[in-house]
T-cell receptor, first 109, second 113 residues
Framework: SQTIHQWPATLVQPVGSPLSLECTVE??????LYWYRQAAGRGLQLLFY??????ISSEVPQNLSASRPQDRQFILSSKKLLLSDSGFYLC????????FGPGTRLTVL | QKEVEQDPGPLSVPEGAIVSLNCTYSNSAFQYFMWYRQYSRKGPELLMY????GNKEDGRFTAQVDKSSKYISLFIRDSQPSDSATYLC?????????????FGIGTKLQVIP
């Protein structure tokens, strides 16, 4: 079975600062990978997905970007954070069934 | 109209009750259906996965899909305080070469001892 790791678990950043969230997957090869954001009282919003190394598709235009430098590594980045970037960020892996990591809670002040 | 509709609750039930959680959807292209359980400040955990109409049982959990009515349900028998969590329905379909999953907003369940 696959295990998904995310770090950091919690992050507090000032507006305008950069961001880097990391996700790694164990127990599977060439997984589809996803970044979601979950805001309070709202559903899961798909941000990016990747079907392979270097292949990134964006679902929602914003100041975030994603990269997949290795088969089982997925990174979410921003050059300048906005207040609206606060939320719970989840990495997921899978094809039909999606399995989630523990999440990163980001607060932008 | 949202693709997936789910009542956010909260839903409070006494311990031992049968819980019924529901979602409706509008997109006929959805091919498979899932239920996730999410504890506070944790990632969602996959509970049930099914791709056909009918019932699927796993322990105290039963997932029911009615494609003709575009309606899915999750039943929890003999509910326990440890079942207190938010339950997300999810539905997937092939979209441009990858499997796109759409989630409901989640129903918050509280099981009272």
């Amino acid at each position: 079975s696959q295990t998904i790791h995310q770090w950091p678990a919690t992050l507090v950043q000032p507006v305008g600062s950069p961001l880097s969230l990391e996700c790694t997957v164990e127990g599977t090869s060439n997984p589809n990978l996803y970044w979601y954001r979950q805001a309070a009282g709202r559903g899961l919003q798909l941000l990016f997905y990747s079907v392979g190394i270097g292949q990134i598709s964006s679902e929602v235009p914003q100041n975030l970007s994603a990269s997949r430098p290795q088969d089982r590594q997925f990174i979410l980045s921003s050059k300048k954070l906005l207040l609206s970037d606060s939320g719970f960020y989840l990495c997921a892996a899978g094809v039909t069934e999606q399995f989630f990591g523990p999440g990163t809670r980001l607060t932008v002040l | 109209q949202k693709e997936v509709e789910q009542d956010p609750g909260p839903l409070s039930v006494p311990e031992g009750a049968i819980v019924s959680l529901n979602c409706t959807y509008s997109n006929s292209a959805f091919q498979y259906f899932m239920w996730y359980r999410q504890y506070s400040r944790k990632g969602p955990e996959l509970l049930m996965y099914t791709y056909s109409s009918g019932n699927k049982e796993d322990g105290r959990f039963t997932a029911q899909v009615d494609k003709s009515s575009k309606y899915i349900s999750l039943f929890i028998r003999d509910s326990q305080p440890s079942d207190s969590a938010t339950y997300l329905c999810a539905m997937g379909a092939n979209s441009g070469g990858y499997q796109k999953v759409t989630f409901g907003i989640g129903t918050k369940l509280q099981v009272i001892p």
